[in-house]
Structure formats: C-alpha cells, structure tokens
C-alpha cells in the first residue's frame, strides 16, 4: 500500500517556464512534507518542506503548496533552469514516537536549454 | 559542518565477505537512519537509532547488522549478502525522530554484491 504517490514518472519543460510537480498522499496522519531532489548515484537532498498548519511555503524558485482536503501537494519550479534536472522525491511523515519517513516513487525532471 | 559523510562511496563484495558501511554527522542530530535504494525506487527504510537506541528495525535480514558506537556515527555491518543486496545506501540524521527539521541524507555507498 503506497502512502506517498507521484503517479508521473516524468516531466520535461522548457527553460524558464513552470515545473509543476505534483503528489497525493493517503495517511491522514502525515503533518510534515518535504521535497528531496536526487542526482544519480548521490544521496537525495533536501530541498523544501510544508508543515500541514500552512498551505504554502516559499523559497526562492521553489513553491509548495498543500491542498489537505484533496491530501495532495505539488512543488512549483519558476523558472526552471537546465541544473534541475533531476529526481524529485516526495515525503511525507507525522510527528509521533514512531515517525518515519516515507518517499514517493519519484520524478524525472528534464528542462530543456 | 552540515554534512552526513558516509565511507566508502563504492564498495565491491563477495558473499562471503564481511564488510561495513560507516556514516558520520557532526550536526548533534539524535536520530539517524539507514536507507536502502534500488535503481528507479525510492528509499527504503531499513533502521532507525533514536539516542543511541535502535528504535525501528523494519523486517530487515540479519545479514544486515546496525551499530550505532556513539551519537555522531553509525555503522552498517554487511555479512553473507546476496547479489540481491545490492544497491545504494543512504544514510540519513534529522534533529530528532519526529521529523519535523526533515532529514539530511548522505551521499550514499554504492554497494555491489558478486
């Protein structure tokens, strides 16, 4: 039973135009959502979190917004650049005893110069 | 220093071989994990030390051995692997097991069982 799922395996867009990545979640205990972005053959990096009090969080070209009535959540990429290529992972997890933290299957994002 | 340093960064073993993975953050993070991932896959949790302490053991096999020697390093004792087995190795710390701060993962061992 997957908990965290981003059902595109990939997207690719123009340089400089919008990345929307999009990804659902089922447990409706997840409070804490985070955004890994992975290289090959590195470790996954952390990019940008929500907690479920917001909506949305801001940091520089990156967006998440939070949809908790639809437990979805979708990072925006404006504008895109050629080194986002990558993996993005979506997480989710909740703040208890037994937390842990669990990925979605990931994206492939390729931005086209 | 805002890193998780894990060694080797590849590694290449016989089944028969006893090998260990290390992992290290100077971050005074009290929690660390140990992920496993597969080409295309996400990563797999397979341990959590919270305080020293193994807190979560997700049904791994005992080829795989944890060992957390103080709160800045953890270790991953590899015996009598499987090709199977193979795959990248994350290691991971966050402030605390809640996850609230998130998570800072390592770069990974490349781990290849022949």
């Known amino acids: 039973d997957q908990q965290v799922k981003q059902n595109s395996p990939s997207l690719s867009v123009q340089e400089g135009r919008i990345s929307i990545l999009n990804c659902d979640y089922t447990?409706?205990?997840?409070?804490?959502f985070l955004w890994y972005k992975k290289y090959p053959a590195e470790g996954p990096t952390f990019l940008i979190s929500?907690?479920?009090?917001?909506d949305k969080n801001e940091d520089g070209r990156f967006t998440v917004f939070l949809n908790k009535s639809a437990k979805h959540l979708s990072l925006h990429i404006v504008p895109s650049q050629p080194g986002d290529s990558a993996v993005y992972f979506c997480a989710a997890s909740f703040t208890g005893a037994n937390s842990k933290l669990t990925f979605g299957k990931g994206i492939t994002l390729s931005v086209r110069p | 220093d805002t890193e998780v340093t894990q060694t080797p960064k590849h590694l290449v073993m016989g089944m028969t071989n006893k090998k260990s993975l290390k992992c290290e953050q100077h971050m005074g993070h009290r929690a660390m994990y140990w992920y496993k991932q597969k080409a295309k896959k996400p990563p797999e949790l397979m341990f959590v030390y919270s305080y020293e302490k193994l807190s979560i053991n997700e049904s791994v096999p005992s080829r795989f051995s944890p060992e957390c020697p103080n709160s800045s390093l953890l270790n991953l004792h590899l015996h009598a692997l499987q090709p199977e087995d193979s795959a990248l190795y994350l290691c991971?710390?966050?402030?605390?097991?809640?996850?609230?701060?998130?998570?800072?993962f390592g770069s990974g061992t490349r781990l290849t069982v022949v």
């Open positions: 447990n409706s205990m997840f409070d804490y």
């Open positions: 929500i907690s479920s009090i917001k």
């Open positions: 991971a710390s966050s402030q605390s097991r809640t996850g609230v701060y998130g998570y800072t």
